[in-house]
């Protein structure tokens, strides 16, 4: 943009160089440039009782501007100096940091219009008429920016917190306007749109606590001790520096099966977002200190069993009559 901005610059400098090189479009040069000037300064545009030039217009947006970038600014400054001194969780930190910097953008933008002398009773049609576009053409928009002011101040969902959304596990890096930003697993962001938090079902596996429990089915074969396979599973969890002592891991015997008996491993963790390497690093540890101690886990078998018959086999009169006629064929060709 800037580079852009530079080299109409220069042409522009060239071209008024160029026609200033001869008479004939000195004049013309002369004549554009007065009405350039005059249409950027000369009050063109009138707002209640005041006029204002496209150039007084064009630098009230550049301070509009300003305060966006400056209350950004601000905004993450408090978030990660002076909040995060205070010791507040990452979720806390960023509503109030959202608060504060749509709060000076509001309030610095209606100070610097009454500064500026523009008169915002004289701004109440064009905000009907925003407000009608709004309602028609940006439903979407404003039900995901009051959705996302609902999550700032319900805060069912935080900065910080591992969610599950349908096919999407993830944790929340950040909530805007209009979307909520999650990066999953795999370290992609996803951007959801606010409303759909509203509307739809959320796990939300961090809110309020984030201790949660994880179940991890295993099976053994028939003819190993239930009571050695319990001391095994419970030994493997108190292993592991990932999983809580207190509540403490069980183990439940749940079933019976067709070629295997079925045991759970319930265990309770701080940290959901690790519970898929947790669970893998348990079934590695499950199989080396199963095939240690002999306890063999099964593969899904069935057994065929024939019952026994008298032999020979007896056969039908049908039977015997189809036989000596196909002996009969084979025998005469």
């Not at 576009?133 to 101040?153: M, R, W, Y």
Request: with cysteine.
């Amino acid at each position: 943009m800037a580079t852009a901005i530079l080299r109409c610059s220069l042409w522009l400098i060239l071209l008024h160089s160029i026609t200033n090189l001869f008479p004939a479009t000195r004049q013309w040069s002369y004549w554009f440039r007065t009405q350039v000037i005059n249409g950027f300064l000369q009050p063109n545009f009138r707002l209640g009782e005041n006029s204002f030039s496209i150039l007084s217009l064009l630098t009230l947006l550049a301070l509009i501007l300003g305060i966006v970038v400056s209350s950004g600014g601000l905004a993450n400054f408090l978030r990660s100096r002076v909040l995060h001194v205070e010791g507040l969780d990452r979720g806390a930190r960023e509503g109030i940091a959202i608060l504060i910097k749509y709060s000076l953008i509001f309030v610095g933008t209606v100070v610097l219009l009454q500064i500026w002398g523009l008169d915002l009773s004289s701004l109440t049609l064009l905000a009907s008429a925003l407000g009608v576009g709004v309602g028609l053409g940006f439903q979407n928009i404003a039900k995901d920016f009051g959705s996302g002011i609902v999550l700032v101040f319900d805060r069912p969902i935080q900065v910080g917190d591992f969610v599950e959304f349908g096919e999407f596990q993830g944790t929340v890096e950040r909530i805007g306007a209009r979307s909520t930003e999650i990066k999953t697993l795999d370290q992609v962001s996803i951007l959801v749109p606010n409303s759909r938090f509203l509307e739809q079902e959320v796990i939300n596996w961090s809110h309020r606590n984030p201790v949660s429990r994880i179940r991890i089915p295993i099976g053994v074969a028939y003819g190993a001790k239930p009571t050695e396979v319990k001391a095994v599973l419970l030994n493997v969890s108190d292993q592991h520096p990932k999983i809580l002592s207190m509540p403490a891991p069980q183990v439940f015997f749940t079933d019976f099966g067709d070629s295997s008996l079925n045991f759970e491993l319930l265990i309770w963790i701080a940290e959901p977002h690790l519970q898929w390497v947790i669970k893998s690093d348990i079934y590695f540890a499950l199989e080396t200190a199963l095939r240690d101690r002999g306890i063999e886990i099964p593969f899904p078998q069935q057994d065929l069993h024939v019952r026994s018959g008298a032999l020979p086999i007896e056969l039908t009169p049908e039977m015997q009559a189809l036989l000596t006629k196909l002996a009969q064929n084979q025998s005469s060709s």
